[in-house]
T-cell receptor, first 113, second 114 residues
Framework: GENVEQHPSTLSVQEGDSAVIKCTYS??????FPWYKQELGKRPQLIID?????GEKKDQRIAVTLNKTAKHFSLHITETQPEDSAVYFC????????????FGPGTRLSVLP | NAGVTQTPKFRVLKTGQSMTLLCAQD?????MYWYRQDPGMGLRLIHY???????AKGEVPDGYNVSRLKKQNFLLGLESAAPSQTSVYFC?????????????FGPGTRLTVL
């Protein structure tokens, strides 16, 4: 089955710097890759997603890039702010019966003032 | 719209006790999912449903059962709770039509089994 790895597990950056989180997946049939942000004690919430027919997608300070050949995708956050501090999860999904997500283990991002 | 709601928010059980977690959504979504979240392991799929009256096993189904008698509700049951089932449980739902694949999550249920 699908396996999603995520690195690093923890990341600390200074406010204003950029942060990059990388994920790899194993199943070449996966075609949808969301990123979720989870603040402490809260539910995961979608921040950006990308489909396999697109190489890059941007939404203000957040961008995601996808390399289908290498089976990896990355989250880029520019001009980080303290409110970006959270746990970020990547996931991969394919168009099967349940359209299930397989999540990575998460990255804890700390933005230091 | 309330979105996805979960009941209860917290629960403490003794080993061997049973309980049911309720997930409700008011977005008319076809797909519903139950996950458990443990430190350092992300979200793991327990069971899911692609429509009323259907259920299927996910990655970690042992020790759990589910039912989807109504489209808006998805119940997760623990027949005989074990300490290994101490976790935070999240329900999620998504539409089965249209272009969006986004899963919307509930607020979670924190379960402790002693």
């Amino acid at each position: 089955g699908e396996n999603v790895e995520q690195h690093p597990s923890t990341l600390s950056v200074q406010e204003g710097d950029s942060a990059v989180i990388k994920c790899t997946y194993s199943d070449s049939a996966s075609n949808y890759f969301p990123w979720y942000k989870q603040e402490l004690g809260k539910r995961p919430q979608l921040i950006i997603d990308i489909r396999s027919n697109v190489g890059e997608k941007k939404d203000q300070r957040i961008a995601v890039t996808l390399n289908k050949t290498a089976k990896h995708f990355s989250l880029h956050i520019t001009e980080t702010q303290p409110e970006d501090s959270a746990v970020y999860f990547c996931a991969a999904s394919k168009p099967n019966y349940g359209q299930n997500f397989v999540f990575g283990p998460g990255t804890r991002l700390s933005v230091l003032p | 719209n309330a979105g996805v709601t979960q009941t209860p928010k917290f629960r403490v059980l003794k080993t061997g006790q049973s309980m049911t977690l309720l997930c409700a959504q008011d977005m008319n979504h076809e797909y519903m999912y139950w996950y458990r979240q443990d430190p350092g392991m992300g979200l793991r799929l327990i069971h899911y449903s692609v429509g009323e009256g259907t259920t299927a096993k996910g990655e970690v189904p042992d020790g759990y059962n589910v039912s989807r008698l109504k489209k808006q509700n998805f119940l997760l049951g623990l027949e005989s709770a074990a300490p290994s089932q101490t976790s935070v449980y999240f329900c999620a739902s998504k539409t089965g039509t249209g272009v969006s694949n986004e899963q919307f999550f509930g607020p979670g249920t924190r379960l402790t089994v002693l």
